[in-house]
């Protein structure tokens, strides 16, 4: 038997759904910013590995906070990983970019602290007396 609707419960398929939208742009900005060609992409100044780590480091963050209590962190990890991979390689394709093992490697490091972070946070969110007000 299934229990009526209540207005917290469409408040928290609302939340989920907006982290989702949010951690799917993520992912397909990364695929954007990682494949223009290299005169048309704009630099922070950052070193390049530190912006793969903050934007890969972001999007985990972002899927984890999606997933909620009930995601799966390391299958998220492990694609991310895969992805930051595919987007390297794959980058010879556009002009004047080229794969880069740093860039791989900071990537991978970013998507790991990212669910590492993020998880640590929604465990504190969780158990807090806040807990009530947040029911991702």
């Known amino acids: 038997m ?7 419960d469409r408040t928290a398929r609302r939340q989920r759904l907006v982290l989702r939208v949010c951690a799917a742009a993520c992912v397909a900005t990364i695929a954007v910013l990682s494949l223009l060609p290299a005169d048309q992409l704009a630099r922070t ?3 390049h590995a530190l912006e793969h780590f903050i934007a890969y480091c972001g999007t985990a963050a972002s899927l984890v906070l999606a997933g909620g209590r009930d995601g ?3 299958p998220a ?3 991310l990983v895969l992805y930051a991979g595919l987007l390297e390689l794959i980058q010879h394709l ?3 970019r080229s794969p880069g093992l740093p860039e791989f490697i900071a990537g ?5 602290f990212g669910t ?3 998880s640590g946070a929604l465990a504190l969110l969780l158990r807090s007396r806040f ?3 947040y029911r991702l």
């Open 108 to 112: 991978s490091a970013g998507a790991l």
């Open 45 to 47: 100044g950052a070193n």
């Open 116 to 118: 590492l972070a993020a």
């Open 77 to 79: 990890v492990a694609a």
């Open 2 to 8: 299934r229990l009526p609707d209540t207005p917290a």
């Open 131 to 133: 807990a009530g007000l």
């Open 72 to 74: 799966r962190r390391w």
């Open 94 to 96: 556009a002009p004047g």
